[in-house]
């Protein structure tokens, strides 16, 4: 199959979240599989690239854009950069400060825009257009009408997936006139939001398809208490609305060859796990001897917000630092958060070390040096870290809530079976008493050692979402 991918971020390009990772790994995967994709997304400041190669004339809002495009091709997978300086060389992807540009309407509207015409000039015969998240929730839209006016396109069926439905593309209702839309789509059963209007409805209501990230999260979505005011939306199409569970770049993420490890491991041989132990707590300013490394290092990569179960966190912050681990913390996120992790640490610097903000290659030293791994998430619709802490022996702690309960088996003491530790209700309390089971659990080594392999020998690559991926778009095409 021809595939074209329109998204906001991708790796190694740029990245705010997981969106970066499934648009990287994805496309590498089907093009394995025997497809061709080329990713469109725009060149935001510093992408290090190709130069231009070309020009492309973009219509948005009765205004023709003159716009730069660079082709990068990386393992097979071709990425369109769209470059128009106006809207993408920013400091940042999506706002500041925790505030969105106050032309993002625009901003991805000219990404949806842009990689339609560039699709329809490049002569390729896609057979299926993927949109991901709220940034390309035009795409079917503008495709549409872009058919209608021109006889000799090609409609071409739109699968869109949603990554996390608490972004939902939110704008006024009057860039649909500045945009050129029309109020046409001012309707319920349209792009209408509550007096506003979502592009992330846009690509639920008008795609053939409609993806989420695990089997879990779409049937979550579809209920009021995660549904986020979209469940009534999303029930309407629940026919078309598919969980495939993401998968995990295992080439980029394999303690047998992680150059960021000191030393390889693998599950029948962990003895570099100690020696990445080891240096985890020299690089957080934490006792290392041989006392130390005998005690369980809890971690935690995370943005430091609610959905992140921070509030959970932030209600044990008396009980924390008196159980029996050290806690290593890597993420940025609200100021109260950040400052409530730092406070921790200057109080007891022996056991809790912190580093705000993020660096790739300390995140996959957590993976391959810590014991216990944290994702205490109110929700989450497919979740990347626990996958990676399997992977490297470090026993995932979760909230049984979206692609978490996919991919983590909750021990059982009665058979011994389980990858790591869930638990339902979403208090402090049942946290608490989640970690303190683990801590217990973490002191019979047979029995964590078995937790462990059983976690490494899970397969979670790549390959499998892809064959999902191709059963989807064989469906978007058929009807």
């Known amino acids: 199959m021809n595939i074209l991918m329109v998204a906001s971020e ?21 093009v394995r599989l025997g497809h061709h994709v080329d990713v469109v997304m725009p060149r935001y400041r510093g992408v290090d690239a190709a130069a231009n190669s070309s020009r492309l004339a973009v219509s948005l809002g009765g205004e023709v854009l003159d716009t730069g ?27 500041t400060a ?16 842009a990689a339609l015409t560039w699709a329809f000039a490049s002569g390729r015969p896609y057979d ?30 739109v699968v869109f997936t949603i990554h996390n439905l608490a972004y939902q593309g939110i704008f006024d209702a009057s ?14 059963d349209s792009m209408e939001y509550w007096g506003r209007i979502s592009y992330l409805k846009a690509g639920v209501v008008f795609s053939r398809v409609v993806t989420t990230v695990s089997p879990r999260y779409a049937r979550e979505i579809q209920t009021p ?9 999303l029930r309407a199409r629940s026919a078309d609305l598919i969980g495939i569970l993401n998968g995990i770049d295992y080439d980029q993420w394999n303690p047998e060859t992680d150059p960021n490890l000191p030393q390889p491991f693998s599950a029948s041989n962990m003895k570099g796990k100690g020696v990445a132990k080891r240096l985890l707590l020299e690089r957080y300013r934490l006792p290392s001897d041989d006392a130390a490394a005998r005690a369980p290092v809890v971690a935690m990569i995370s943005r430091m917000v609610d959905q992140k179960g921070l509030d959970l966190l932030a209600g044990l912050v008396e009980e924390l630092p008196r159980l029996p681990m050290r806690v290593v913390i890597l993420g940025t996120g609200e100021r109260r958060y950040e400052d409530m992790w730092l406070g921790l640490a200057s ?19 957590i993976e391959g040096g810590a014991d216990l791994f944290l994702m205490p998430s109110r929700f989450e619709p497919c979740g ?5 802490s399997l992977r490297y022996g470090t026993v995932p702690l979760v909230r049984a809530t979206g692609g978490l309960v996919d991919t983590v088996q909750n021990y059982d003491p009665l058979t011994g079976r389980g990858t790591g530790f869930t638990f339902e209700e979403y208090s402090p309390q049942a946290l608490l008493g989640t970690l303190r089971w683990a801590l217990e659990t973490f002191e019979d080594r047979a029995t964590w050692a078995a937790l462990q392999d059983a976690g490494m020998r899970q397969d979670f690559s790549w390959t499998a979402s892809a064959r999902g991926y191709e059963a989807v778009y064989e469906q978007a095409v058929s009807r």
């Not at 079917?140 to 071409?156: D, I």
């Not at 990347?384 to 990676?388: A, D, H, R, S, V």
């Open 69 to 95: 495009v660079a082709e990068d091709v990386r393992d097979g997978v071709r990425t369109i950069l769209l470059d128009y300086p106006p809207y993408f060389d920013r400091d940042y992807l999506y706002g």
């Open 98 to 113: 925790g505030h969105d540009y106050a032309d993002n309407a625009e901003r991805f509207a000219f990404l949806a825009q």
């Open 225 to 233: 208490e995660y549904g986020a005011g979209f469940d009534g939306i």
């Open 347 to 365: 109080r007891h610097p022996d056991r809790i070390g912190v580093r705000v903000g993020f660096d790739e290659g300390l995140a996959h030293l």
């Open 10 to 30: 991708a790796l190694p390009y740029a990245k705010s979240g997981g969106l970066a990772d499934v648009v990287a790994g994805l496309p590498r995967a089907l």
């Open 384 to 388: 990347l870290n626990q996958m990676y």
């Open 128 to 157: 299926v257009i993927h949109a991901h998240d709220w940034q390309a929730g035009l795409v079917p839209v503008l495709l549409g009408r872009m058919v209608s006016e021109n006889s000799s396109l090609r409609r071409v069926p």
């Open 175 to 188: 860039w649909l006139l500045r945009l050129g839309l029309g109020w046409d789509l001012m309707h319920i």
